[in-house]
């Protein structure tokens, strides 16, 4: 049995953080069952050159830059869909999923849209960029707009991931906004829904923002936190009695520091719901020799937890880190559309 192998063996649902085609089959024949995508990924695989041809396509059928990304970024995940659609199939709509981040520029703070307008154009871009697929998750993010825009979007039948949580006050808000549009719903045999816990980043804000953590707690913030949230989850969705699961997603969980094993998360998490893990930690993971064990429910001492809870302010973390967050969130599809220009540049240009 491999490390990624042992690792799906403690009930860990494994998804790939990337949408490569190559790395998809490749870590679907390590037991991946899914895999999520955001412009970063796209645009990197742009850059490869390996899509050059379809780009040219779309680019001399008229497209805008804009136009050309989302139908790339549709095709792309699409085709990683293709993979894992036999595990939807044989898990009933229980896995087997792929993530389409709806646009970040909704959140772009330079746009100044209006509260109401954001709302709208999520529902909006939701039905569209879900309509007729199977096994593709509607990736929101938890903002103001993003949560607002919940409640509908898990009423019209939407398969939802919603992304960006940092605290329990997010995961809260989302999880009841989705619940009260599901109950809207006719029935609830494919409702399915996920929540993107951010990992690593919490730790990375308690070193520079709470540096007085002993060396016990400092870099176990991240893991309480999610670990909690996760208990949570389990409790709320346990008493409803649903044909599938509603799960946490570990989201984040490449290590930033370089003193800490690549596994660090990956093995804290072992045992339950869903990871999704860059392909670097993956690879670290596979080539470790290790053998995973059910850690989810273990949580560090009881004098570590009294210290989390008493020296973190966690609305005061989810503001910091939503504030990173919104910056990070629509930056890299301004990329994706600076690399869509050149791109058609160079192709055109060419010829």
Request: aromatic share 8%; charged share 25%.
């Amino acid at each position: 049995m491999t490390p990624l192998q042992s690792l799906v063996a403690t009930g860990t649902k494994l998804w790939l953080d990337s949408i490569d085609p190559e790395l998809v089959k490749q870590n679907r024949a390590e037991g991946a069952t899914g895999a999520t995508s955001n412009p970063i990924i796209v645009a990197d695989l742009i850059n490869t050159g390996r899509f050059d041809s379809q780009i040219e396509k779309l680019a001399g059928g008229g497209f805008a830059d804009s136009e050309l990304a989302w139908r790339m970024t549709d095709q792309l995940v699409q085709n990683a869909q293709d993979v894992f659609l036999p595990v939807w199939q044989e898990t009933k709509g229980n896995d087997g999923y792929v993530s389409f981040e709806l646009d970040p520029l909704l959140e772009d703070p330079n746009l100044n849209m209006a509260h109401s307008q954001r709302v709208e154009q999520y529902v909006e871009l939701g039905k569209r960029w879900s309509g007729g697929h199977q096994n593709r998750m509607i990736k929101v993010p938890a903002t103001p707009a993003g949560l607002d825009a919940l409640e509908a979007l898990a009423a019209a039948g939407i398969t939802l991931n919603v992304t960006l949580i940092f605290s329990m006050r997010q995961y809260e808000a989302a999880r009841d906004a989705i619940w009260r549009g599901a109950q809207k719903r006719k029935d609830l045999t494919k409702f399915k829904s996920v929540y993107s816990i951010f990992v690593s980043r919490v730790d990375v804000y308690t070193e520079k923002h709470v540096p007085d953590l002993s060396a016990a707690a400092q870099g176990q913030v991240g893991i309480v936190n999610a670990k909690e949230i996760w208990r949570e989850n389990k409790r709320f969705w346990g008493e409803k009695n649903l044909p599938l699961a509603q799960e946490m997603i570990f989201a984040s969980t490449g290590t930033k520091k370089q003193e800490d094993a690549p596994w660090k998360y990956v093995a804290a998490f072992a045992g339950s719901d869903i990871q999704t893990n860059p392909p670097a930690t993956n690879e670290a993971v596979a080539k470790s020799g290790r053998t995973f064990t059910r850690q989810v429910d273990q949580m560090p001492s009881q004098a570590v937890l009294d210290e989390i809870h008493q020296k973190v302010d966690i609305q005061k973390l989810e503001t910091t880190l939503m504030e990173e967050g919104i910056k990070k969130f629509a930056d890299p599809q301004k990329l994706l559309l600076k690399t869509i220009a050149n791109k058609r540049a160079q192709l055109v240009g060419s010829k």
